[in-house]
């Protein structure tokens, strides 16, 4: 059961839209979760629920008001064409966008837990030894909080690889613009290809199951090391 050149060529697709997503949903996740750890505000409940909205919404849900709200008729579709960028959706970078939104609970919650946990007095004796927000961040919170970060980095960039419903409402099947690895299986399983569909599949298995083992094993080994320091 070998792999041919259009499989590969989904998995490099595939590898490439998850790292993209899980960088930037890092970028754009830490100030959000800060907020939320941070905040005393109204406005945690909502804002919180609405981060967390993928977890329980059907991607076809999130799919189909994404194509309405990049679609040419959209603000954002309008202001994509007018900048000479097209729409987004079935473009890479309309599966980015989406991804984005489908994945942001996974890489928000994590990061947000680690900050609730480093609590506020670490960060308020920096203060007192002359230490600016930024320099707080960088060398105490972020430290820290490495934990829920490499955690919110695992599951962001897994999450993405896995996913199907909202790729395939916002991407389609373009062959190197938008066919992931999900989506070439659902292609195979549909035109009969089962040797190929197994193939993509166990190789998605494997993948799956040493993402986890390898996050597992990370947690087990820092919950050992604080419970040795503990004692």
């Known amino acids: ?38 905040t005393r505000s109204w406005l945690k409940a909502p804002i919180s629920a609405l981060v967390s909205l993928p977890l329980v919404l059907p991607p076809t849900v999130l799919g189909f008001y994404l194509l309405l709200a990049m679609g040419p ?4 579709g309008k202001l994509t064409q007018s900048l000479g960028l097209g729409t987004l959706p079935f473009t890479f970078w309309g599966l980015v966008v989406a991804s984005m939104v489908y994945s942001m609970p996974f890489v928000v919650q994590p990061i947000q837990n680690a900050i609730e946990a480093i609590g506020n007095r670490p ?21 820290l909080a490495k934990p829920g970060f490499m955690t919110a980095w695992v599951l962001g960039f897994a999450h993405t690889v896995g996913e199907f419903g909202i790729v395939l409402m916002i991407g389609g099947s373009i062959p190197n613009e938008t066919r992931v690895v999900s989506v ?13 569909a197994h193939a993509l599949s166990g190789a998605m298995l494997v993948f799956s199951f040493v993402v986890l083992l390898v996050l597992y094993t990370y947690q087990h080994k820092r919950k050992a090391i604080g419970m040795t320091y503990g004692q």
């Not at 008729?73 to 954002?76: E, G, Q, T």
Request: proline share 4%.
């Open 123 to 143: 960060l308020e004796a920096a203060a007192t030894l002359g230490a600016g927000p930024v320099d707080r961040f960088f060398t105490v919170a972020l430290p």
């Open 1 to 38: 059961m070998n792999l041919s050149e259009s499989d590969i060529a989904t998995i490099w697709l595939t590898l490439k839209l998850a790292t993209t997503v899980t960088v930037l949903l890092l970028i754009v996740a830490t100030p959000i979760a800060w907020w939320l750890a941070k």
């Open 73 to 76: 008729n959209s603000a954002i």
């Open 184 to 196: 070439q299986i659902y292609d195979h399983v549909e035109s009969l290809q089962y040797a190929q």
